[in-house]
């Protein structure tokens, strides 16, 4: 058992026991759905719904429904894939990063951080998959032995990065999280009434049991895994840059790229996992294991990430001008006061200003306002993206060849309807799964909860 | 054959850890601990060496790490060098930085998925496995210590009994397995 200093506050509030933990996590699995559930799984599937029937209308009629035109290739569509991406950031981050840092904290949300990101992925890899158009052709990424003169695909290709880092991605996020799952499932299975239910999280928890070799195994493997998820966080939204960074578009051909849109994707990741965790943990009574102080802690990261967001923006624009290269201080110039200004000051507004508020101790530990600025920054996050796909291309060297784009309601329904899917998931995810790691809380439930925290002789084992 | 098993049960991992030393001590052989999360320091009482599984994943990665590096020169340098701006690809070396975006990737995937399968199988644990903790409760609160009679011959039931009279656990229960 790991000690820690008496004076930081604790991680579990109240004075739990271990059964209480198991009990806080699988009563709302175990209870009936409450209505408000319901309500919102009713809404979500109808948006989701929407945004499938508007997906199988595109796809029977091509992606000329898109208000893509012959200037403007890329719009809605690759947005929503790089803003989905980001979001997907934050959960392996936390269970990933965090675990090699030895943050406590990260165990009160890394289950439900994880999932928001697996699903987030699944949005992104949507979208490329149907800007092909022809979906049944979407093999043809892979690298496989074919008829064409045996035409392989482009290793050379950013694009093709792409699809290596977004499937690795998803799948090892898929892994771990699935593994640090079985012991919780076994928990749920073990005190299951229900036949068809014990039946299920049976089948789920693998036939785990808990034995002592067994969690040997999965402490080595969580560490391994994270090491491995590590470098793999970075190196995904790194390759997403380098889709724009390696083209000579004057906007997107820059070298600060793979280091700006990973810290906009953890930025925009974390206020995913604020906007989701504030409602969900009130909702199913998980106050005493997510309080202010991971509130806190996440409101800093968001802040941080906020910062190098600010900086790049701010470096980009200085560079433009310190470049002397006039097409690449126009794309910058256009962007700020073009027709597509009101997307930039937007983008500016939310994401340099806002989480510089953070460094107010009163409003970053305030539940009301980090819900407000997390819904803030993840608006932001998407204007982000705009602004550097449409601005930078609406208008390049070719003065004849510029024009604008206006979205189709097919653009607007497919984003909104992903918007549905993910919600149809996690709302489906909260409802079955255990949304706390039950066997990571249990363990520091003695070195950091409120009771033993508390307890007169705390300060005597160490 | 029928064995003789005794399930120590206990409410607290730091108790269990207490009597787990005093039984080694005496030289019992403990077969087994059941908990619901990892009780650090366990194994070297109970005598569980470390895992290899670390080892595995580098294994794995360095089989990714082939594949990869065997593939790309396949497709690009040898089987079809694609031009790209008037620049073929002449050999794997001229080339290789754009191939080591792809390279990481697989070699991250064969090591996560490699050690995720392999502790699968190791474990035992797959789809549709039934469960082998001798008390639902383990999952829950409860700490599970087993002890075969077949691994201590030299040591009779009551003197076990003995041993862990001041052990401070909560349940014992005796079963006849096969």
């Not at chain 1, 158009?133 to 892979?142: A, D, F, M, P, Q």
């Given at each position: 058992m790991q000690k820690e200093a008496a004076i930081r506050e604790p991680l579990i509030l109240g004075h739990k026991s271990y059964h209480d933990v198991t009990e806080d996590v699988c009563r709302p699995i175990e209870d009936k759905a409450p209505r408000m559930w319901y309500i919102l799984f009713g809404i979500a599937l109808i948006i989701a719904l929407y945004g499938i029937g508007c997906i199988v209308y595109l796809l029977g009629t091509g992606i000329g429904v898109w208000g893509l035109n012959k200037t403007i290739g890329w719009a809605w569509d690759i947005t929503n894939f790089v803003w989905w991406v980001g979001i997907g950031h934050a959960g392996t981050l936390i269970s990933a990063v965090l675990l090699l840092f030895r943050q406590k904290w990260r165990m009160a949300i890394n289950r439900s951080a994880e999932a928001m990101t697996i699903f987030a992925v699944f949005m992104a890899g949507l979208f490329p998959l149907i800007h092909m158009?022809?979906?049944?052709?979407?093999?043809?990424?892979?690298p496989l032995p074919n008829q064409f003169g045996s035409l392989w695909v482009n290793f050379n290709s950013p694009l093709l990065w792409d699809v290596f880092a977004i499937s690795t991605y998803l799948s090892v996020s898929l892994v771990f999280w699935y593994i640090g799952l079985i012991p919780d499932f076994a928990t749920i299975r073990d005190r299951a009434k229900k036949p068809v239910s014990k039946k299920m999280y049976s089948i789920l928890s693998f036939g785990w049991s808990g034995r002592a070799k067994h969690w040997n195994r999965f402490e080595t493997v969580s560490l391994v895994l994270a090491g491995l998820a590590t470098p793999l966080v970075f190196s995904v939204h790194s390759i997403v840059s380098f889709d724009f960074a390696t083209s000579i578009v004057p906007g997107w051909h820059t070298t600060i790229f793979p280091p700006y849109f990973v810290a906009g994707a953890v930025f925009s990741g974390f206020a995913m996992v604020q906007t989701l965790l504030l409602v969900m943990r009130k909702a199913m009574g998980l106050e005493a294991y997510i309080h202010t102080k991971h509130v806190e802690y996440m409101n800093i990261v968001i802040m941080v990430t906020g910062s190098i967001v600010g900086t790049a923006y701010i470096t980009e624009l200085f560079i433009s001008w310190y470049s002397g290269v006039e097409y690449e201080a126009y794309a910058f110039l256009n962007r700020a006061t073009g027709p597509y200004w009101w997307a930039y000051w937007s983008m500016m507004t939310c994401n340099v200003i806002s989480p510089q508020l953070m460094w107010i101790r009163k409003l970053r530990r305030s539940l009301l306002f980090t819900f407000f600025i997390s819904i803030v920054v993840n608006i932001g996050m998407w204007f982000e993206r705009y602004v550097i796909i449409v601005t930078s291309i609406h208008r390049d060297y070719l003065p004849s060849a510029w024009s604008m784009h206006y979205p189709s309601h097919i653009d607007i329904g497919v984003y909104i309807g992903t918007i549905g899917i993910f919600f149809v998931f996690f709302l489906l995810f909260a409802r079955y799964f255990p949304v706390l790691a039950l066997n990571e809380i249990k363990t520091i439930l003695k070195g950091s909860g409120q009771s033993y925290k508390e307890a007169p002789d705390y300060h005597k084992h160490h | 054959m029928a064995e003789k098993v005794i399930y120590v049960m206990y409410d607290d991992e730091e108790v269990l850890k207490d009597g787990a030393k005093v039984l080694v001590s005496k030289g019992i052989k403990i077969a087994e601990v059941f908990s619901p999360f990892p009780i650090h320091g366990i194994d070297p009482i109970i005598g569980i060496k470390n895992t290899r599984l670390g080892i595995m994943a580098f294994l794995y990665g360095l089989t990714g790490l082939m594949l990869a590096t065997v593939g790309m020169r396949f497709f690009m340098v040898t089987d079809w060098p694609m031009n790209i701006g008037g620049k073929p690809n002449f050999s794997y070396l001229e080339n290789m930085l754009a191939f080591v975006p792809v390279t990481f990737e697989f070699t991250v995937l064969c090591a996560a998925h490699g050690m995720a399968i392999t502790y699968l199988l190791a474990n035992k644990t797959l789809p549709g496995m039934p469960a082998?903790?001798?008390?639902?409760?383990t999952t829950d609160d409860r700490f599970v210590m087993e002890i075969r009679m077949s691994d201590n011959l030299n040591s009779s039931e009551k003197d076990i009994d003995e041993i862990l009279?001041?052990?401070?656990?909560v349940e014992i229960d005796k079963k006849e397995i096969k």
């Open positions: 158009g022809r979906l049944w052709v979407g093999y043809w990424v892979l | 082998q903790n001798p008390d639902p409760r009279k001041n052990t401070g656990f």
